[in-house]
């Protein structure tokens, strides 16, 4: 019987206590980035507490990993650190409630490597430490290829 109620007294607490989960959904989309040159990023509160999220993703944040053009690879990864306070202005999100990053690929570290009128494939690697001041569990992002042609600005 003491172990019946042992059993029911941690389930109650783990119940309880688990309750207030800060869970983000990602998802990528890149329907826009040849015509426009943009990647989104949308963010969903999965969980069933609000939470705060930055207001703006920096497109040093978002890298371009495994690029390769044709038979040749580019290697150039960046370490981004924040030196000063990352979480600038933010919004709260509900449960069930999503924003929207648009970010410019030509912000990226890696854009000034590709070259004009060139084909190359990558995935994107979204560096997310400066997303949310929460310690959140994040989940939903694939690591899909992209192929982008790079054209002059116009």
Do not use: W
């Not at 207001?55 to 370490?79: C, G, H, M, W």
């Amino acid at each position: 019987m003491k172990q019946i109620l042992f059993i029911l007294l941690i389930f109650c607490t783990s119940t309880a206590f688990g309750q207030n989960k800060c869970t983000l959904k990602l998802e990528s989309g890149t329907t826009h980035l040849q015509e426009k040159g943009i990647v989104e990023l949308s963010v969903m509160n999965a969980g069933n507490k609000k939470i705060k999220i930055n207001k703006i993703f920096s497109p040093y944040r978002l890298q371009l990993v495994k690029i390769r053009e044709k038979e040749n690879k580019i290697d150039y990864t960046a370490d981004v650190d924040c030196f000063t306070d990352c979480i600038k202005k933010t919004v709260k999100l509900k449960p069930g409630e999503s924003y929207r990053y648009t970010i410019p690929i030509r912000e990226t570290i890696q854009y000034a490597k590709l070259m004009n009128g060139r084909t190359y494939s990558f995935h994107l690697f979204f560096d997310l430490v400066d997303l949310t001041p929460e310690d959140c569990n994040v989940y939903g992002l694939t690591d899909k290829e992209v192929v982008y042609t790079k054209v002059s600005p116009q």
